[in-house]
């Protein structure tokens, strides 16, 4: 069955780092656009990165220039390089994959999800 198990959540402080892994199984990975999410409490889930299997990747603005993410589909993962990290950061991040090769926007309709990975940031 399909699995997207993230990892690398943590605690950090303002202006620190840290970088999410989603690990993929279960379906035909490098034929998927690949997507980071989060939610705050009381808000809406939110997009936060795309990358499509062409390697075009697209950000929300209040992440623009701090967050990268990336994939390796040799090792059907995908990243989430996180820096310069705000307290409105703080989230639970979800990982998401969709049946579609090519993603020009910051828009994503996700077909499997993962169970998400916490992160919080102190100021």
């Known amino acids: 069955q399909v699995q997207l198990v993230e990892s690398g959540g943590g605690s950090v402080q303002t202006g620190g780092s840290l970088r999410l892994s989603c690990a993929a199984s279960?379906?035909?990975?490098?034929?998927?656009?690949m997507g980071w999410f989060r939610q705050a409490p009381g808000k809406e889930r939110e997009g936060v990165a795309i990358?499509?299997?062409?390697?075009?990747?697209n950000y929300a603005d209040s992440v623009k220039g701090r967050f990268t993410i990336s994939r390796d589909n040799a090792k059907r993962t995908s990243y989430l390089q996180m820096s310069s990290l705000k307290p409105e950061d703080t989230a639970m991040y979800y990982c998401?994959?969709?049946?579609?090769?090519?993603?020009?926007?910051?828009?994503?309709?996700?077909?499997?999800w993962g169970q998400g990975t916490q992160v919080t940031v102190s100021s």
């Open positions: 990358i499509d299997t062409w390697g075009v990747t």
């Open positions: 998401a994959a969709e049946n579609v090769r090519a993603r020009s926007k910051m828009y994503m309709s996700p077909n499997y």
């Open positions: 279960g379906y035909t990975y490098e034929s998927y656009s």
